[in-house]
């Protein structure tokens, strides 16, 4: 006489760690681990305070962290820069302060990829110029700006699916002035490289508003 014999229960596998391309660094804040090119990096200065390295080229210690608000004050909060820097504790260390930096620092590198793209003749500037350049090409990025009317817009999201990222950033005026004009509501960003940057800078100068 045979028994039926309850099979063992298989544990679940735990789902696969997305893989990360290029260097890996960890967040001082959340500890999580995360590209290099996802994060930010902190400085000594020489004052012994902390101090943003934009470009990420000084020598030295650094302390990695998300740029994100949550992340930043996570980090003043910790005082996990000073530990990663080998510094003595800031108490003094301004969450808003540190923020300001960073989004400064932001709004740099997006102007130089505005003005890169121009240089190369990669770019499409005003409502004219950027439905010329979607009827004409593959447009990777537009930018819109954040006081722009609905038809402008509208225009940005026409192609829909498989069309250009479309970023919220800055307003007429902002833009208008990087091209020595009164208002600008759109710009397009031609080359792809140049547009990816943009995306992920923008992307993470909104992510700093975010909790």
């Known amino acids: ?43 000594a200065a020489e004052d012994g305070r902390v101090a943003l390295d934009a470009r990420a080229v000084r020598s030295g210690r650094g302390a990695w962290v998300h ?39 932001l709004v740099q590198r997006i102007t130089s990829l505005i003005v890169v793209s121009g240089r190369r003749r990669a770019i499409a500037v005003g409502t004219e110029a950027v439905s010329a350049a979607l009827e004409r090409k ?34 007429k005026a902002a833009l208008g002035a990087l091209f020595n004009r009164g208002e600008v509501a759109l710009v397009a960003l031609l080359d792809p490289s140049v547009a990816a940057e943009a995306v992920s800078t923008i992307d993470r100068l909104a992510a700093l508003e975010e909790s």
């Open 1 to 43: 006489m045979t028994t039926k014999r309850d099979n063992p229960k298989r544990p679940e596998r735990p789902p696969p760690e997305a893989v990360i391309e290029g260097p890996v660094r960890t967040c001082v804040a959340c500890r999580s681990k995360d590209g290099r090119d996802d994060l930010v990096r902190w400085v």
């Open 67 to 105: 740029p994100t608000r949550k992340c930043v004050s996570l980090m003043v909060k910790r005082h996990a820069a000073e530990r990663a820097l080998k510094l003595a504790v800031v108490p003094d260390l301004d969450v808003g302060a540190l923020l300001a930096q960073l989004r400064v620092a």
């Open 138 to 171: 593959r447009v990777p990025a537009v930018i819109v700006a954040g006081d722009a009317g609905e038809a402008a817009r509208a225009l940005a999201e026409a192609p829909g699916p498989g069309g250009p990222r479309v970023l919220r950033y800055a307003d």
